[in-house]
């Protein structure tokens, strides 16, 4: 059987057989939302070039020094408001004079106190997401903004810093986080020389409000849900500074490594067993 030949050297029947390929896939991408099409991947240069519109967050952050020296609670509501069952846990710590939590033992604070330590904080902004770097227990957190939901409760597996989904209004990123472990300290009462831990249940959340306020300051507005453990939600603020040319450099800090909080508890609680010795 004869074909008959084009002038590019292809059967005119190849050619018509192309072009209706051509066609039908032209209308698969038409089909396709033309958001999906742009972020079908988030390594197209579209997707890093759209960074360019986010606030400019580079560098090493600090909480403010006064805000860490005055002691551990933060700007706002001085203390969650407890409901009776939590209200006596904290009155039975302090009774027992309980002055150091499971961080001692190197165990990381969580979401939210991780954000309320005296160590350097870096914010990372990829297609998608936002990376926490936190100095303090080498601890990493991932802020999906590529408008995911939450996994379902009862699969999400509690983690120190939970489940975290963002996104962005004007240069403000909220953040709705989920699937705490119940044994993460919330917050602690008391100021740095004595800290008595204040706990939160298994269905607390936290939302986070993070904005530079100026070139060299960041606040996080922070507002923690908590239906067993709160009698209403508590909201409170810490504020942060961009680190300047003295320190720009990432340290490692391996809690094991001259651990002096849980150094401390053992030697109080030999003396205190001594103490007791007839």
Same mark, same amino acid.
């Given at each position: 059987?004869?074909?008959?030949?084009?002038?590019?050297?292809?059967?005119?029947?190849?050619?018509?057989?192309?072009?209706m390929?051509?066609?039908?896939?032209?209308?698969?991408?038409?089909?396709?939302?033309?958001?999906?099409?742009?972020?079908?991947?988030?390594?197209?240069?579209?997707?890093?070039?759209?960074?360019?519109?986010? !606030?400019?967050w580079? @560098?090493?952050?600090?909480? #403010?020094? %006064?805000?860490?020296?005055?002691?551990?609670?933060? /700007? +706002?509501?001085?203390?969650?408001?407890?409901?009776?069952?939590?209200?006596a846990?904290?009155e039975?710590?302090?009774?027992?004079?309980?002055?150091?939590?499971?961080?001692?033992?190197?165990?990381?604070?969580g979401?939210?106190?991780?954000?309320k330590?005296?160590?350097?904080?870096?914010?990372?902004?990829?297609?998608?997401?936002?990376?926490?770097?936190?100095?303090?227990?080498?601890?990493?957190?991932?802020?999906?903004?590529?408008?995911?939901?939450?996994?379902s409760?009862?699969?999400?597996? !509690?983690?120190?810093? @939970?489940?975290s989904?963002? #996104?962005? %209004?004007?240069?403000?990123?909220?953040?709705?986080? /989920? +699937?705490?472990?119940?044994?993460?300290?919330?917050?602690?009462?008391?100021?740095?020389?004595?800290?008595?831990?204040?706990?939160?249940?298994?269905?607390?959340?936290?939302?986070?409000?993070?904005?530079?306020?100026?070139?060299?300051?960041?606040?996080?507005?922070?507002?923690?849900?908590?239906?067993?453990?709160?009698?209403?939600?508590?909201?409170?603020?810490?504020?942060?500074?961009?680190?300047?040319?003295?320190?720009?450099?990432?340290?490692?800090?391996?809690?094991?490594?001259?651990?002096?909080?849980?150094?401390?508890?053992?030697?109080?609680?030999?003396?205190?067993?001594?103490?007791?010795t007839?």
């Amino acid at each position: 059987m004869s074909l008959a030949m084009q002038d590019g050297g292809y059967p005119s029947g190849a050619l018509r057989a192309i072009g209706m390929l051509v066609v039908c896939m032209m209308g698969l991408v038409a089909s396709v939302p033309a958001g999906a099409q742009e972020t079908s991947s988030v390594n197209a240069p579209s997707a890093w070039l759209s960074l360019n519109a986010l !606030p400019n967050w580079s @560098g090493f952050w600090f909480q #403010r020094n %006064e805000q860490i020296m005055s002691g551990r609670v933060p /700007v +706002g509501d001085e203390n969650p408001s407890l409901s009776p069952e939590y209200a006596a846990r904290l009155e039975r710590a302090r009774a027992n004079a309980v002055r150091i939590g499971d961080s001692a033992n190197c165990l990381p604070n969580g979401v939210p106190y991780i954000m309320k330590q005296p160590s350097q904080y870096e914010f990372v902004l990829v297609p998608g997401g936002v990376i926490i770097f936190i100095e303090a227990y080498m601890q990493v957190r991932y802020i999906y903004t590529d408008g995911r939901g939450h996994p379902s409760l009862d699969t999400l597996v !509690p983690t120190y810093n @939970g489940h975290s989904i963002g #996104r962005w %209004e004007g240069d403000t990123l909220i953040v709705d986080t /989920v +699937g705490l472990k119940e044994t993460t300290p919330l917050t602690s009462a008391g100021n740095i020389f004595q800290i008595i831990i204040i706990e939160h249940s298994d269905v607390m959340r936290v939302e986070e409000r993070i904005r530079r306020t100026n070139e060299n300051q960041m606040e996080i507005e922070t507002t923690v849900y908590d239906a067993k453990a709160f009698t209403k939600p508590w909201t409170h603020t810490n504020k942060y500074i961009r680190n300047d040319a003295r320190r720009q450099e990432w340290n490692e800090i391996i809690c094991e490594e001259n651990n002096y909080d849980r150094h401390l508890a053992e030697k109080e609680e030999a003396q205190g067993a001594a103490g007791a010795t007839p």
